[in-house]
């Protein structure tokens, strides 16, 4: 397998290049963003559930929105990228939105699952995007704990084996008062959760925490309470730092989610992490 890409290399000339992308896009946009829950969803065209292979990459992807389908903009795969639906157990060809996801925009997974082809460092790659709108990472381990279990149910019924667990969340935590030690206590919860699933791949921490309505004081919680849970012993290991994609990538309308040049920027940082 070739070697990954240093994090620094990938991952901040992406975010250079989607800065460009995003100039010239504020140019051309009003400013209302698109109703994507008016347009029509996308033909799923059904793929072989095959079992994963040391040239396939199986990326399971938890948190909050912006680890969901509520990029400005919609994305079709352009390489071997297919999207497992833990509704109906099958696999589909990765179009936005994802299936698994609550939203009906874009999803960074989508571009992340392109962008790992086109490296030569995998030749197909499965997502199962399990990201929540607003949910805070309480909520993740209680209210919406049974929906996560099943998804994991599922996945493992076709007989695919997680390569790398994702975690994107703490806008809604740094909106909250989330304590850095509760959310480290929360978050080792939830990689507990999926251990318990019998998922053993290595769990990816972002740094996230950016959002217009964030008190900055919470913000610096949730981001030290990310850091203090990586432990290599339990392999939790560091993510990107998605805060690093400021206002130019972000939707105007609320300084949170992402637009089509910061989906492509977090897809970017995303790739530097994964081997």
């Keep these: 397998m070739p070697e990954p890409l240093a994090p620094r290399s990938i991952g901040f000339f992406l975010v250079g290049l989607a800065a460009g992308a995003a100039a010239i896009t504020l140019i ?11 347009l029509p969803l996308p033909q799923r065209i059904e793929h072989p559930c095959d079992p994963t292979s040391p040239r396939t990459a199986m990326l399971v992807i938890l948190g909050q929105s912006n680890a969901a389908n509520f990029g400005s903009s919609r994305q079709s795969a352009r390489r071997a990228v297919d999207n497992f639906d833990p509704a109906s157990g099958k696999c589909f060809a990765a179009a936005d939105p994802l299936l698994g996801a609550d939203g009906a925009g874009g999803h960074f997974a989508t571009r992340l699952g392109d962008l790992l082809i086109d490296s030569g460092r995998y030749d197909r790659v499965v997502v199962l995007p399990l990201g929540i ?14 929906r996560l279990d099943a998804a994991f149910a599922s996945l493992k019924a076709a007989r695919l084996v997680p390569t790398h667990m994702l975690f994107q969340q703490g806008e809604t935590d740094a909106i909250l008062t989330t304590s850095a030690a509760d959310y480290a206590s929360q978050l080792r919860q939830l990689v507990a959760r999926t251990r318990a699933a019998g998922i053993a791949a290595p769990f990816y921490v972002s740094r996230s925490s950016t959002c217009e309505a964030a008190n900055p004081t919470n913000t610096a919680a949730v981001r030290a309470g990310q850091a203090a849970v990586v432990d290599p012993k339990l392999n939790i290991r560091p993510g990107p730092d998605t805060d690093q994609i400021e206002s130019d990538g972000r939707n105007p309308l609320d300084g949170c989610h992402m637009n089509g040049a910061g989906t492509l920027a977090n897809a970017g940082l995303w790739a530097a992490f994964i081997d």
């Design 28 to 38: 051309h946009r009003g400013p209302v963003q698109p109703d994507l829950t008016a």
């Design 133 to 146: 709108q607003a949910a805070s990472l309480s909520e993740l381990n209680n209210a919406y704990a049974a």
